[in-house]
């Protein structure tokens, strides 16, 4: 069976069009002619019409102000932490594969801190009553990465740079949490 007859004897196809037309009105199965392949479907000729832009009219959006309610300072910074951490913890996991067993407590405090940090970009990224509450959460486990990642900081760039991040982060939560 060529995959064309498959495809248009397939009970999915047949079903597909059962329910596009009128109840009494079920199309015939297509014709098998066995060892002669099928011609394909004629192309259409006619010009697709054109669709209307959905966004005509809007030009500077000046009518959606206030739709964009995100935080772009906590946008930033998260997105530094995300960036940073995520490098970090890569970094981690390598040493950690040649035995660097002192590694464990920054790549576990960097990855918790990418967890919430995701939880809190998404919700500075629109108005959200529970950014302060996640703010509070941030900021805490801001601190540990921080602090886990300045005892290496010296010997891996990686770490010093996931710090440097958590650092702004965190002072931008303190305001947050109030």
């Keep these: 069976m060529q995959r064309r007859e498959f495809v248009l004897g397939s009970p999915a196809v047949l079903a597909t069009t059962a329910c596009s037309s009128a109840p009494d009105e079920l199309p015939p199965p297509p014709a ?10 004629a192309a259409p000729t006619a010009a697709p019409t054109a669709v209307a832009d959905p966004h005509a009219g809007h ?12 935080d772009d300072a906590t946008l930033t910074v998260a997105t ?8 970090c913890v890569q ?7 040649q035995g ?20 809190l970009l998404v919700l500075a ?14 900021l805490a486990v801001g601190e540990r990465c921080e602090a886990e990642c300045r005892k290496h900081e010296a010997k891996h760039p990686a770490c010093k740079a996931c710090a ?10 303190r305001t947050l949490a109030g």
Excluded: I, N, W
């Design 80 to 87: 530094d932490c995300l960036k940073t951490g995520e490098v």
């Design 59 to 70: 030009g500077d959006h000046g009518d959606h102000a206030g739709h964009h309610a995100g």
């Design 100 to 119: 660097d067993t002192s590694m464990a407590a920054c790549a576990r405090s960097a990855h918790e801190m990418l967890a919430v940090t995701r939880a």
């Design 32 to 41: 098998k002619t066995p060892g002669k392949p099928t011609a394909p479907p």
């Design 164 to 173: 440097e991040a958590c650092k702004a982060a965190v002072t931008r939560y």
């Design 125 to 138: 990224a629109g108005p959200s009553e529970h950014l302060p509450a996640q703010a509070k959460v941030a």
């Design 91 to 97: 970094h981690c996991f390598v040493l950690l594969g």
